[in-house]
């Protein structure tokens, strides 16, 4: 296949990782990097041995550049992957795919006028962790699923982000931050929501910064911090998730627990590409650890991008795919608009099931 060139917008810390990474699949090649500013973007491109450090629009304007690597802020993701697209460049944007339904929407309907892809984060459901635990789902080792839950709970970011404000704004908060990994990994072991319904609430109104160079800085809260959510999956099985920055102690809750009709399964860590699989079939006493079935268990950012360019060249469907990611998005936004109207929430998107990985 056809060497695909990569180009990644946003050269901040999360931009390592995927520099690191993208290197080594033999169907990418990273032609260029960008920031908007353009001396950032050019010590990334020394420290990692990019030919080419542009200013957003002259990344945008390099006919030779394949796809989009979108790594900036949530609120800059509509519009740089928009202007991808137009450019004529397939994207892979970080999570979430944007800030609203409607930004959403609008990127995905500007891939579809271009005849183009859009990928997005979270792709650690690709990861050896979960894949695991999706064969042994599909394999029946724990009979009809039922039941899933998951629980995302902690103290906050203010004790520990050099800059945690953002996280207590509009866009921000425990759901927009964690869940989409959460329930990236939902669907892909159990697929697609029905509906959703929650209560989602600020326990605390104002967060005194801890962490440096910030500390004693006050953070007027204005989203949800802890969201307790319940989902109806269309196969039939019902979910739990609560997400939290409320938590002041620790908690001995799982990550991802399911449930089914011969069996009980622990995930691993969603946000996370390995971990410990445990089982324990009806009738007996003990977990069973299960070993993994598959091997890409360390830090795997840019396995997505990867799995996006052999679809292209294959013209198959990618798994980390855009209506995946809005599908995620329309969910946590109903979440928070169930709570406000009291009432379920019914999605009015769906997707597939993304395809396993191969073992292999």
Request: aromatic share 6%.
């Amino acid at each position: 296949m056809r060497t695909m060139k990569v180009g990644l917008i946003g050269c901040g810390t999360i931009s390592k990782i995927y520099f690191t990474n993208l290197k080594s699949y033999p169907e990418l090649e990273v032609a260029a990097c960008a920031d908007l500013d353009v001396g950032r973007a050019r010590e990334r491109a020394e420290e990692f041995g990019v030919p080419k450090a542009y200013g957003v629009d002259e990344l945008l304007a390099d006919p030779d550049i394949d796809i989009v690597v979108n790594l900036t802020i949530p609120q800059a993701h509509a519009a740089v992957c928009i202007a991808a697209l137009e450019a004529g460049k397939h994207v892979y944007v970080e999570k979430p795919l944007a800030v609203t339904r409607e930004e959403g929407l609008a990127i995905l309907a500007k891939a579809k006028e271009k005849g183009l892809r859009v990928a997005g984060a979270p792709e650690t459901f690709l990861g050896g962790g979960i894949q695991t635990c999706r064969k042994l789902i599909d394999d029946g080792a724990i009979g009809t699923p039922v039941s899933v839950t998951g629980f995302m709970i902690g103290g906050g970011h203010e004790s520990w982000h050099p800059d945690p404000a953002f996280y207590y704004k509009v866009g921000g908060g425990p759901m927009f931050d964690m869940g989409p990994y959460y329930l990236t990994a939902f669907v892909n072991l159990l697929g697609p929501i029905r509906r959703v319904t929650g209560s989602a609430v600020i326990s605390y109104p104002e967060r005194t910064i801890t962490s440096k160079p910030k500390a004693g800085e006050k953070i007027k809260v204005e989203t949800p911090t802890h969201i307790a959510g319940v989902l109806d999956f269309a196969s039939g099985a019902v979910g739990t998730l609560i997400t939290s920055f409320d938590a002041k102690g620790r908690t001995s809750l799982p990550n991802i627990e399911i449930h089914g009709s011969e069996g009980t399964m622990l995930v691993p860590d969603p946000n996370t590409f390995g971990g410990v699989v445990k089982l324990r079939r009806a009738g007996e006493e003990e977990w069973q650890e299960i070993p993994l079935t598959h091997g890409n268990t360390g830090n795997s950012r840019g396995i997505g991008v990867a799995d996006l360019a052999r679809a292209v060249a294959s013209g198959g469907a990618h798994r980390a795919n855009g209506e995946l990611a809005y599908h995620v998005l329309e969910a946590m936004h109903g979440f928070h608009d169930a709570s406000r109207d009291g009432k379920h929430y019914l999605m009015q998107s769906t997707c597939e099931r993304p395809e396993p990985l191969p073992a292999e």
